[in-house]
């Protein structure tokens, strides 16, 4: 067994921002922390770690009560958006500190640590200080010195949050390949869908202090369990259910918006008896994929995803009329923003 919370709340004055979360996390499994700004994600990882105390509530680390327990108690390695580096230490020092605290043997440190460092790609920078090194290095020698005291559970803090594009990418993916090597039960807090889509085993979205939904990234994706997971995760277009473009298809609603995706929007340069009239107003290239912004004649604007084989067929053009109708499309009870 991995992590298990039982009804544990976290209240900082009178906002609450962990509202009776239940949640169960299997042992070696990668695990997504997904929500918005203020949805409790942070706040349910440093709970984790005892870095906070719920106000109620169980935290159960390897089927043991960890309620209570201190932060050193909990064998957890944790990381942070930032690092967190020694700036007076060698990468190797860095990574060494947490083993030297434990009163491990030098054999035991050093042979660690240059296991460790070739772990994680970073064999022949022992030697040097943090200011020497990239932000994506940086990352990796911070992960490097939480694995080295063979933690049970491994938390996760925004941890490519401040690095470009291109870095967070390649440092996902190298995340993924670490994980499957090493098998530590491993939470990460993220905001960004396409991090948590990409790397993790299963995502927790979370909003408001609350679970709103857990499952894969084909899960939460394709099975959306509420308004705010299907409009947080991925592209939608959010319509009222009396848009034109609803009308026929089978897709009324006693409810009163419907979402649509992007890619299941129908595009065609003629029209058919399920189909409405649009104008392309704008068309983005995206490389691999294509975006048409459509105005319908009521006035509503959808956007649509294409491939770039299926532009090629259409030959769109801005201002070109066109005509549309949704492939599937979902409605629920009760929708609130972000």
Do not use: C
């Not at 050193?72 to 190797?92: P, W």
Request: overall charge neutral.
């Amino acid at each position: 067994m991995g992590i298990v919370i039982e009804n544990v709340t976290k209240q900082f004055g009178s906002f609450t921002a962990v509202d009776n979360v239940s949640l169960e996390i299997s042992s070696g499994s990668l695990v997504a922390l997904l929500g918005p700004s203020g949805s409790g994600k942070s706040t349910l990882l440093r709970l984790i770690a005892g870095l906070e105390m719920p106000d109620s509530g169980k935290i159960l680390l390897t089927g043991k009560d960890a309620t209570n327990q201190s932060v050193q108690d909990r064998n957890i390695g944790f990381v942070f958006q930032h690092y967190a580096l020694f700036k007076h230490m060698t990468v190797r020092q860095n990574v060494a500190f947490g083993m030297e605290i434990r009163k491990a043997t030098k054999g035991k440190v050093k042979g660690r640590v240059e296991e460790l460092l070739e772990l994680v790609q970073l064999k022949g920078l022992g030697d040097r200080y943090p200011s020497q090194l990239s932000g994506g290095q940086r990352q990796r020698v911070a992960l490097a010195r939480a694995l080295a005291v063979e933690p049970k559970v491994l938390l996760l803090d925004e941890p490519f949050g401040a690095l470009d594009a291109k870095v967070r990418k390649d440092l996902r993916a190298w995340l993924r390949r670490l994980h499957d090597e090493v098998h530590v039960t491993t939470v990460f807090v993220t905001h960004d869908q396409e991090e948590a889509m990409e790397v993790a085993d299963e995502i927790v979205v979370m909003n408001k202090g609350k679970v709103e939904q857990v499952g894969t990234p084909a899960q939460v994706y394709d099975h959306p369990a509420t308004a705010f997971v299907m409009s947080f995760i991925g592209p939608v277009n959010v319509l009222p259910s009396s848009a034109k473009i609803f009308q026929g298809n089978g897709f009324d609603s006693a409810h009163p918006e419907i979402f649509l995706r992007p890619q299941d929007v129908a595009i065609e340069t003629e029209p058919n008896s399920t189909s409405v009239p649009a104008r392309v107003s704008r068309i983005i290239h995206l490389g691999w994929e294509i975006q048409a912004e459509l105005t319908l004649d009521d006035g509503q604007v959808v956007m649509a995803h294409l491939t770039r084989d299926r532009f090629d067929q259409l030959q769109l053009e801005p201002q070109q009329k066109v005509y549309v109708k949704p492939r599937e499309a979902k409605s629920f009870p009760l929708y609130y923003s972000i």
